[in-house]
């Protein structure tokens, strides 16, 4: 008994010596009770966009349970955008345009679009002048590209290459080839016009083409031998001045470099001796800026096209226009066949988002490549001449088989930004693009196209601008102009800026590396000036 007294008065001080301990349990609180209880139909979330379960029709159809939307009207139908309910769908490419055909013959749109196209008081009363004019050519006017009205009687003096009469309309047939006789024709409206090509003509800055010797100094090219290695330019070796507005492409003359040509945005193409600085030829035959030029694989004859939506294949020696081609749209770029056989073939990315292959001898198109969604910037030839790569305002790259208009392959890709420009490295295994977000991107140009991710050049600012994407012809360094006149080197190994310096006053839109000489770098610019570095 004492011994049981012990125990307990020992466990007593014990307890009595600790703090005291609460234990107690925490109440469990259902924070998302059921709403409907024994319901046997499938509840789903109104704005879930995946079904796991395999759901019947009155449950997919049954109305909404459970509490309302604190913020929402009762009678507000449910949308998952500001402008309403947005629901995503499938539907080819031919049935997306037949019903934006049919949007756009919709009344309420064609009334808006009436009044946003409003006519300006000026506006009529000059149309009400031409219309008087009409009248009084017996109902022809005929408009020029410079603006000026020919009557009828004179349309006759406006001929072709080949000395063909132009056609009237009342003498066109349903073969008639707008672009082979000279002219195409604008709408507008229910108002159409014939816009003609201005008259060509050819000055020739020296006395003769031919040197001592009797050798042609444009076709007949110096005995040159490629240097193995480039090297950086240090110094501004040379400066050729002669166009009157900015010089937008600047292209050597085959094969070994020792001229070259320059279009200008005042309709001019002029053919340069490098070493001396002169002009040798100038050629007119656009009323606006030239976008490109293309010489042949000999380098007689080239294509030139311009704003005016013209395109022209001159003779280098002589100036002679071989023929003028047009359909109505502007070309952005020309290019001869690949294949040496095929020199009477010719391509041109146009603005009607169509890349058209004319043939010379017959002056029509004769195959289209119209896939894309917006206006062809570039078109590069690929694995040696079986494919071509197009790039357009639709921020995509098609790759077509050669005389096929089919697509073989596309990329897109939301983050893609527009490519107007594009040059073949001199390895022919990879050519490089000018992207829009200030960076140059290479594709391998092989049986196998894809992007090469470990060469990407950046550091320049071209935004807003095609600066031309140019090789050393060893393929060591890739150079690009910017938007402040500058000219930037990469290395292509590394991808790392090697260099970049000041070249002009304005945008550098232009630039080729020379293909023999070792370190010599041609650029031009929106300042009416070109530039030799060495």
Same mark, same amino acid.
């Given at each position: +008994?004492?011994?049981?007294?012990?125990?307990?008065? *020992?466990?007593?001080?014990?307890?009595?010596?600790?703090?005291? @301990?609460?234990?107690?349990?925490?109440?469990?609180?259902?924070?998302?009770?059921?709403?409907?209880?024994?319901?046997?139909? !499938?509840?789903?979330?109104?704005?879930?966009?995946?079904?796991?379960?395999?759901?019947?029709? #009155?449950?997919?159809?049954?109305?909404?349970?459970?509490?309302?939307?604190?913020? @929402?009207?009762?009678?507000?139908?449910?949308?998952?955008?500001?402008?309403?309910?947005?629901?995503?769908?499938?539907?080819?490419?031919?049935?997306?345009?037949?019903?934006? %055909?049919?949007?756009?013959?919709?009344?309420?749109?064609?009334?808006?679009?009436?009044?946003?196209?409003?006519?300006?008081?000026?506006?009529?009363?000059?149309?009400?002048?031409? @219309? +008087?004019?009409?009248?009084?050519?017996?109902? #022809?006017?005929?408009?020029? !590209?410079?603006?000026?009205?020919?009557? %009828?009687?004179?349309? +006759?003096?406006?001929?072709? !290459?080949?000395?063909?009469?132009?056609?009237?309309?009342?003498?066109?047939?349903?073969?008639?080839?707008?672009?082979?006789?000279?002219?195409?024709?604008?709408? *507008?409206?229910?108002?159409? @016009?014939?816009?003609?090509?201005? #008259?060509?003509?050819?000055?020739?800055?020296?006395?003769?083409?031919?040197?001592?010797?009797?050798?042609?100094?444009?076709?007949?090219?110096?005995?040159?031998?490629?240097?193995?290695?480039?090297?950086?330019?240090?110094? &501004?070796?040379?400066?050729?001045?002669?166009?009157?507005?900015?010089?937008?492409?600047?292209?050597?003359?085959?094969?070994?470099?020792?001229?070259?040509?320059?279009?200008?945005?005042?309709?001019?193409? %002029?053919?340069?001796?490098?070493?001396?600085?002169?002009?040798?030829?100038?050629?007119?035959?656009?009323?606006?800026?030239?976008?490109?030029?293309?010489?042949?694989? #000999?380098?007689? %004859?080239? &294509?030139?096209? !311009?704003?005016?939506?013209?395109?022209?294949?001159?003779? /280098?020696?002589?100036?002679?226009?071989?023929? /003028?081609?047009?359909?109505?749209?502007?070309?952005?770029?020309?290019?001869?066949?690949?294949? =040496?056989?095929?020199?009477?073939?010719?391509?041109?990315?146009?603005?009607?988002?169509?890349?058209?292959?004319?043939?010379?001898?017959?002056?029509?198109?004769?195959? $289209?490549?119209?896939?894309?969604?917006?206006?062809?910037?570039?078109?590069?030839?690929?694995?040696?001449?079986?494919?071509?790569?197009?790039?357009?305002?639709?921020?995509?790259?098609?790759?077509?088989?050669?005389?096929?208009?089919? /697509?073989? *392959?596309?990329?897109?890709? =939301?983050?893609?930004?527009?490519?107007?420009?594009?040059?073949?490295?001199?390895?022919?295994?990879?050519?490089?693009?000018?992207?829009?977000?200030?960076?140059?991107?290479?594709?391998?140009?092989?049986?196998?196209?894809?992007?090469?991710?470990?060469?990407?050049?950046?550091?320049?600012?071209?935004?807003?601008?095609?600066?031309?994407?140019?090789?050393?012809?060893?393929?060591?360094?890739?150079?690009?102009?910017?938007?402040?006149?500058?000219?930037?080197?990469?290395?292509?190994?590394?991808?790392?800026?090697?260099?970049?310096?000041?070249?002009?006053?304005?945008?550098?839109?232009?630039?080729?590396?020379?293909?023999?000489?070792?370190?010599?770098?041609?650029? $031009?610019?929106?300042? $009416?000036?070109?530039?030799?570095?060495?």
């Amino acid at each position: +008994k004492l011994q049981f007294l012990y125990f307990i008065g *020992k466990g007593y001080l014990k307890s009595m010596s600790e703090p005291t @301990r609460l234990s107690y349990k925490r109440p469990m609180v259902d924070l998302a009770p059921d709403v409907v209880e024994e319901c046997d139909i !499938a509840l789903q979330d109104t704005g879930c966009t995946e079904v796991q379960a395999n759901l019947r029709a #009155d449950e997919m159809f049954a109305p909404e349970v459970g509490p309302a939307h604190p913020w @929402r009207a009762p009678d507000a139908a449910y949308r998952n955008n500001h402008a309403g309910y947005y629901e995503e769908s499938y539907m080819n490419e031919h049935m997306f345009h037949e019903n934006y %055909k049919k949007a756009l013959q919709n009344t309420q749109f064609s009334e808006w679009k009436s009044k946003k196209t409003a006519k300006d008081p000026r506006k009529l009363q000059k149309e009400a002048e031409e @219309r +008087k004019k009409a009248e009084e050519n017996d109902g #022809d006017t005929v408009v020029t !590209a410079g603006g000026e009205v020919i009557q %009828k009687e004179d349309l +006759k003096l406006v001929t072709t !290459a080949t000395g063909e009469v132009a056609k009237t309309e009342e003498e066109e047939d349903d073969g008639h080839v707008e672009g082979h006789t000279m002219y195409w024709t604008e709408k *507008k409206g229910e108002k159409q @016009r014939r816009v003609v090509a201005c #008259d060509a003509s050819f000055v020739r800055h020296v006395d003769s083409v031919y040197d001592y010797q009797g050798r042609n100094i444009l076709l007949d090219p110096p005995s040159r031998s490629k240097s193995s290695q480039c090297y950086l330019p240090k110094k &501004l070796k040379n400066t050729y001045r002669g166009h009157n507005k900015g010089v937008h492409v600047l292209r050597w003359l085959p094969p070994v470099g020792h001229m070259f040509a320059s279009g200008g945005l005042e309709g001019k193409v %002029k053919i340069w001796n490098t070493e001396t600085a002169k002009p040798i030829h100038t050629y007119i035959g656009h009323d606006l800026g030239v976008k490109d030029i293309a010489f042949s694989f #000999d380098g007689s %004859k080239f &294509l030139s096209t !311009a704003h005016d939506r013209f395109i022209r294949e001159w003779d /280098t020696e002589t100036g002679k226009v071989l023929g /003028t081609y047009s359909n109505g749209s502007l070309a952005n770029v020309v290019k001869y066949h690949p294949d =040496p056989s095929k020199s009477n073939e010719f391509f041109a990315g146009c603005s009607d988002y169509q890349l058209h292959q004319f043939d010379t001898s017959s002056g029509t198109i004769i195959r $289209s490549y119209d896939q894309h969604l917006g206006a062809i910037n570039t078109c590069t030839f690929i694995d040696s001449g079986r494919k071509i790569v197009t790039t357009s305002d639709d921020k995509t790259i098609r790759i077509w088989e050669m005389d096929l208009p089919v /697509t073989i *392959k596309q990329v897109s890709d =939301p983050a893609m930004h527009s490519l107007p420009s594009a040059t073949m490295h001199p390895n022919g295994r990879f050519f490089g693009l000018q992207s829009m977000d200030n960076q140059i991107l290479m594709y391998t140009a092989g049986e196998r196209f894809q992007l090469h991710r470990k060469k990407r050049f950046s550091g320049h600012l071209t935004a807003g601008y095609a600066c031309e994407v140019g090789f050393s012809h060893d393929g060591s360094f890739v150079s690009s102009g910017n938007g402040d006149g500058e000219i930037f080197i990469w290395n292509w190994k590394n991808c790392k800026m090697t260099k970049h310096f000041k070249c002009h006053d304005k945008v550098l839109i232009s630039h080729i590396w020379h293909p023999t000489e070792s370190s010599q770098l041609l650029t $031009s610019s929106w300042d $009416s000036t070109i530039k030799l570095w060495d």
